[in-house]
């Protein structure tokens, strides 16, 4: 009996390791991965965690490497996992993408067949990829992706293919707006699908208004310098019961050629509270995480305050679950 299941066991795992092989990716581990890895592990105080850091290590550089090769930008020294603190406290293996956000590389070894997701990077990713690493730290393999998570063990079987990850950033690209001159505001220029609270309340049901009677979003700024608001409904799936987000954003320069940015995210129509969990996120210019709020039970709206200086870029990100809209803006 006990035979009988140890070969079934056996022939689960080959099945499962043919499967990866079939479309997997094969990629060396170059010279000045093996060493840049070698150092950061250098810099822990334990032999377990000096290990961790240096596969999640490789595994970054594995898919910096695949993706340079891709023609697809990222950007190393943005990530958590180059932040020497980070690497010390946490168990991250991030790579920072501009304009996406972070994906999130975990290394596995030849004949696992799940990979462990830490808690702390079941948030902020755009995606998860597993790169399988044997013994030797010479060869690598990009075994495939998820595009969430919300386990700490991942079943290899679950793996989308490596190919599919490209197309998983295609349609994130898709998603992303048309970059937001901030400045033309100032001017009077607006893009069509940023309109006025009033304009946009007018052109909806009546219950509309109603998510917008709160003083807060008429407050008055301490400083005689002019407001400009504008708001635009998101409506590409971040939705509560078929009605769909607001977010207002309201600008008024500062000296020095400095803009001051407010941010805010509002239900609509009759809905009185945000969904639990929702985010609202700015991310700089390389991607990283700049400021984020997240809704609890009972917020009827969330905001971020920033200040930048003209030239800079940002993104927006509102998040639901594994669904989100991203916006881009130029100060």
Known sequence: MYGSIENRELKFMTNTIYQQENFAVPLPITQAARKIAQNFASQQPTPEKATQVKLNTIAVLVVHEYLQMMDIPTNLTASDSWNPVMRLFADVADLAMPSFGSLECRPVSTFDLTCSVPPETWEERIAY???QIDESLQEAKLLGFVPSVATEELPLTQLQPPEAFIEH??????????IVNLRQWFAGIFESSWQSLAALANSQEPTLAFAFRGP?????????????????LLDLGIQIADTPLMLIV??????????????QLHPTSNQIYLPQGVQLTVLDEAGAVFLEAQARSA???????LRGDAGEKFSVRVALNDISITEQFTI
């Not at 950033?169 to 048309?178: C, D, H, M, N, V």
């Open 250 to 263: 309201e600008i008024s320069p500062l000296p020095d050629q400095k803009t001051s940015i407010r941010l």
């Open 169 to 178: 950033l295609g349609r994130l690209q898709q998603s992303i707006a048309t």
């Open 129 to 131: 990829v597993v790169v």
């Open 299 to 305: 917020d009827n709206y969330i905001q971020l305050q």
């Open 216 to 232: 807060e979003i008429f407050e008055q700024q301490t400083s005689n310098q002019p407001v400009t608001r504008r708001a635009k």
